[in-house]
Structures are given as structure tokens and as C-alpha cells.
């Protein structure tokens, strides 16, 4: 089977990893598959909403270790492990950036490592009861190499993130949901329901709202407040100008539910 699942219905695409019996552990045809998935969804206007999540009872463990150890032993060079990141694992969070449509992860089982940080490129972050949290490259010795340094401290503040990043240490699903690592902790069998639900209420929103939406927040987490109020309105312009804006204020002057169109 392939190591990784994509599908799309109803505006919404399902990308899944796919490596149950290995904890979801990436391998280079996985990234690949994942990269080229991605790009279809930032290339696809019928796409409104991506789904990520895992096959099993583990969302993802990150990296092979068992691989690690083979190329270790094999001689590979520290250079060759550096480029191997930017030409493979890097891809996947560089071209999440690009995607300006809701990206939601569901996690519905241990994220751990480099597993953790492709959840914490989510937009939205679901998880299951059972879910842990744990970025556990000290615990062999490494550095958080897939952006969880950069991302984790933005979500939970600077000392927590170092104490999970030094300690390796689990964090359970109701600690993460605490500490803002997830929006929502939901019993095992109905995470992705919920995650869905989300997903198709986004999918059949105003889409240049919503994807406008998210690239404001991104920017305003690097810019000054008057360039934010500036591509705001600039922002604001634009939506103006859609058929779902006219839908969303003439549904509300009939005082019924508009019908969008995505654009």
C-alpha cells in the first residue's frame, strides 16, 4: 500500500500518513508523496480545506531512528544529514507555508519528534484523548531539526518549550489542550468527526475571506501594526469585490443562510 493516502471530496482533501505498523515514521517516498500532495492542494481551487492525520494508533513518530542508525553506520556525513533535511523533511513545512487554505491536523495518537512538529504546522490542531506529545530528539541525542524550536515556543511560550524540548518528556492531551498546544481534545472516536465537521464548515465558507484571513494573521505575526491595518484594508478590498461577499450581505438583509461559492 502507499505509505502515503490523499483524497479529496466535497472541497476537502485527506492526506494520510500511512506507515501504521512503523508509527508513521517518514521515509523519502512519504515526504515526496506529501510534498506533491500539498502542492495539489495550493493548486487546486476546488480544495477549500486540508485534512492531516495518521493511519493507526500513532500520528506520527518522525523520523526512522532505525535508518538514523543505519546511515550513521554507514558513514554518512554531517553534511549529507543536513542536506538531507532541507531536500526532503524541509520541503513539508516551506511548502505548508505556501498553502493559504485551512490546514487542520488531526492527531489521533502519539506525535513525537519530528512527528510533533509536522502537527504544529497545523492552523487547527485536534486531538484524540489517547494523543501524546513529546519532542523527543534529546532523547537520542539530537536537536529539534524539523522547525519545532522556531514553532513550539510561539505556541506555549518560551520556558515550556525549552522544558519540553531538554526533557524529551510526554505531554498528555489534556496537558496539551491546557497549555494551548491543541484547540480540542476529543474521545478517540470521535476525533475525526469533529475534525471533519471543521473542515467542511471552512469548505463551504467564503473562501477568499478565509484564505485572506490566514495570510493576515501570518503576516501580522512578522510586520508592524500599521503594515498590518494596511493589508488589511487592502485585504478588504479585495473580498469587496466576491460573489460571496454580495451572497453573505444579501442573505443577511433576507435574513437567510447565504450559499458561497468560493469566490
Known amino acids: 500500500m502507499s505509505e502515503l493516502l490523499f483524497e479529496t471530496q466535497g472541497g476537502i482533501a485527506t492526506i494520510t500518513l500511512n506507515r501504521p505498523d512503523s508509527g508513521n515514521a517518514f521515509t523519502t517516498e512519504m515526504l515526496a508523496d506529501w510534498e506533491a500532495a500539498l502542492r495539489e492542494c495550493i493548486a487546486s481551487d476546488a480544495i477549500r480545506a486540508v485534512v492531516l492525520t495518521g493511519a493507526g494508533r500513532i500520528f506520527c513518530s518522525g523520523g526512522d531512528v532505525k535508518r538514523m542508525a543505519r546511515n550513521a553506520a554507514s558513514g554518512q556525513t554531517a553534511w549529507e544529514r543536513g542536506q538531507y ?21 488531526a492527531v489521533n495518537g502519539a506525535a513525537t519528534g519530528a512527528g510533533m512538529d509536522m502537527a504544529l504546522m497545523g492552523d487547527l490542531r485536534f486531538a484524540a484523548a489517547s494523543a501524546r506529545f513529546a519532542e523527543s530528539y534529546i532523547k537520542v541525542g539530537f536537536v529539534a531539526g524539523d522547525g519545532g524550536a522556531w514553532m513550539l515556543p510561539r505556541l506555549v511560550g518560551t520556558p515550556r518549550a525549552l522544558e519540553m524540548l531538554w526533557t524529551g518528556d510526554f505531554v498528555s492531551a489534556e496537558e496539551a489542550e491546557r497549555i494551548g498546544l491543541v484547540n480540542k481534545v476529543l ?27 490566514k495570510r493576515m494573521v501570518r503576516q501580522g505575526a512578522t510586520s508592524s501594526f500599521p503594515d498590518a491595518l ?23 438583509a433576507e435574513k437567510r443562510k447565504p450559499v458561497f461559492k468560493g469566490r
Open 85 to 105: 533535511l532541507v531536500n526532503h523533511v524541509h520541503r513539508i513545512p516551506l511548502t505548508v507555508l505556501e498553502l493559504d487554505k485551512p490546514y487542520i491536523v
Open 230 to 252: 494596511a493589508f488589511a484594508a487592502s485585504c478588504t478590498g479585495v473580498v469587496a469585490g466576491t460573489e460571496d461577499y454580495r451572497e453573505a450581505t444579501t442573505a443577511f
Open 187 to 213: 474521545p478517540d472516536d470521535q476525533l475525526m468527526s469533529h475534525t471533519m465537521a471543521v473542515a467542511e464548515r471552512l469548505a463551504s465558507g467564503p473562501t477568499v475571506a478565509i484564505r485572506l484571513m
